[in-house]
């Protein structure tokens, strides 16, 4: 198992966390396999997906070593603890709860916390969020990021709904080290459609634009 710094580190290089919400558990491994054929290594596999847990179990098995592999729209410690039973890396939730940080950690690992204001941003922080997500971050901008990281440059923050390919530089230079992206590349009618070719076209997109405004 990779040590929490180790899992942070792929979080974060280059930054881009595709958030996978799908309406059918089929669906699931074929948007892994373009994913990571486009040059992505991290996957958010949310548990709004039907039958979740048991997806993230086959996406967990299926992608050891090639990618590393996270559970989304955590609500509370248990989740996170059956989450963390079937190999999930690390974990996301859209609320501030300092459960599953805690639930986390007793695991080693990482954890994204979310959070919309100041004062929700500093609590994440204090619950001991590694990130804190920002959500949704569609209705803020990256000015937004840039105002809130200046008397707390501490935060770590990953913007998260809104991040399309034209913005994803701004949220960059305005400090956040990495982003969590949804319909702009996951894209229902691509995934109804099954184009897999192109849903890996836009993740090499993804990935080349965060290499470039981070000057990889």
Known sequence: MRSL????SLLTTP????????????QVLPVCEALVAGGLRVLEI????????????????KFDG????GAGSILNAAQAREAIAVGAEFLVTPITRAEVADAAHAAGRPVMIGAFTPTEAQLAHEAGADLI?????????????KSLLAPMPHLRLVPTGGVTLRN??????????????????LSKELIDAGNWRELSCRAGEFLQAALHARGK
Do not use: H, M
């Open 46 to 61: 949310t548990l709004t997906i039907p039958d979740a847990l048991s997806v993230l179990a086959e996406v967990v098995a």
């Open 66 to 69: 090639r990618a590393c592999v």
């Open 15 to 26: 930054g881009v966390i595709p958030v996978i919400r799908t309406s059918k558990r089929a």
């Open 133 to 145: 997500k920002i959500f949704p971050a569609d209705t803020l901008g990256p000015a937004y990021f």
């Open 5 to 8: 710094s180790e899992t942070l």
């Open 168 to 185: 994803l530089a701004d949220f960059f230079k305005a400090g956040c080290p990495a982003v969590g992206v949804g319909s702009s590349l």
